[in-house]
C-alpha cells in the first residue's frame, strides 16, 4: 500500500547524487527555482542517474536515493562555482533521504517506463513520479 499522495523523479548524476545525500538536499536544473518550488512538504522523491558522473556519456541507468520532501519551501544556499557558467545562487529543498541502494532500471516494472517516450521527458530533469511506482522503487532499493 501506498501511503503518498505526490511523488517526483529527478534527473541527476550519481556523483552529484552523493552530494545531494550528504547534504540532505536536492538542487535541480543548475539551481533553477522553478523545479524545486513545484515539490511539497511530504512529496515522495526519488533519483534517476542516467550517468555515474555529470557530463560523461557512459550510461548507468539506475535509481540512486529516494526520500521525502522534508521542508516548506524552496531556499536560496550560498553561492557556488558551475565552472564556466559563473556563479549561482542555487535554489534546495531540504529532503530526508532514506538508506538505500542503487536499482538498475532494466530492472523495474514501472508505469513510467510503460509511457510512449517516457525517457524524452526525463530531458527536463524533473517528472512528476505515480506514487505506486515510488513505492515499486521503495521496495527494490530498500536495504534488507
Sequence with gaps: MNDLNRAWLGVVSADHTRRAVDGGFIQLNHG?????????????????????RYGEKTPLRAFTALGVVADD?????EPMSMGARGTIEPWRRRIEFLPVRR?????????????????????RGLVPLDPDDFAVLREAMSIP
Design 103 to 123: 536499482a538498475a532500471l532494466r530492472d523495474l516494472d514501472l508505469k513510467l517506463t510503460g509511457e510512449a517516450s517516457w525517457g524524452y521527458q526525463l530531458r
Design 73 to 77: 519551501a524552496p531556499y536560496q544556499a
Design 32 to 52: 533553477k527555482r522553478y523545479g524545486v518550488a513545484r515539490l511539497r512538504k511530504g512529496d515522495g522523491f526519488a533519483i534517476y542517474s542516467p550517468t555515474e
